[in-house]
């Protein structure tokens, strides 16, 4: 079922589980992310999981480091907090053959010293990060948005690299590539 409430340019909302994401922030923009699940299957099935159950709508990027990357999808806010699971780290270090590189755009999960403690928490990379390869789990990348990625890492921060106002992701929805448009 699809529905035609302002998807990003090139994609269609749509209720089926897709390998696309749009998370809609609150200054009206959207970020679509392709999700890639050929490398990744469980933290793929994990996110289209909690994007499923609407859990990232609402929460914040509460850690933001330009020329690095944008963390967020903690539901305390804090980058102390997560769902309840908590799933394998899909990287080299943890065993897994994820070759998936931390280039600009990369979307890759956040986790504790416990490379098997991954849960809600992902991140956007904002530069090119390759010292993270094999070592945190990436499991997709940026195809549309990446302005406002831009956008974002450009916030004022404070203390522990938390944005002095917290960019909220209002609605983060499965989408699909308009035939001949997107992706």
């Known amino acids: 079922m699809t529905m035609a409430d302002n998807a990003a340019s090139g994609y269609e909302r749509t209720e089926d589980k897709t390998d696309y994401i749009e998370i809609v922030m609150d200054s009206g923009n959207s970020i679509v992310i392709r999700l890639r699940p050929d490398k990744a299957p469980l933290t793929v099935a994990n996110f289209q999981k909690l994007v499923s159950e609407n859990f990232y709508d609402g929460l914040i990027f509460h850690r933001i480091i330009s020329g690095f990357m944008i963390q967020g999808g903690d539901p305390d806010g804090t980058g102390m907090g997560g769902s309840k699971d908590a799933i394998k780290g899909e990287f080299r270090q943890n065993g897994v053959d994820n070759d998936l590189p931390h280039k600009r755009g990369a979307v890759s999960m956040a986790r504790t010293n416990d490379p098997n403690s991954a849960s809600s928490q992902f991140f956007i990379c904002h530069a090119s990060s390759s010292f993270l390869d094999g070592l ?48």
């Open 136 to 183: 945190y789990a990436a499991f997709g990348a940026v195809v549309a948005g990446m302005e406002e990625v831009d956008r974002i890492a450009a916030l004022r921060t404070g203390f522990q690299d938390r944005p002095v106002e917290p960019p909220v992701m209002t609605r983060v929805r499965f989408v699909r590539p308009v035939a001949g448009e997107g992706e």
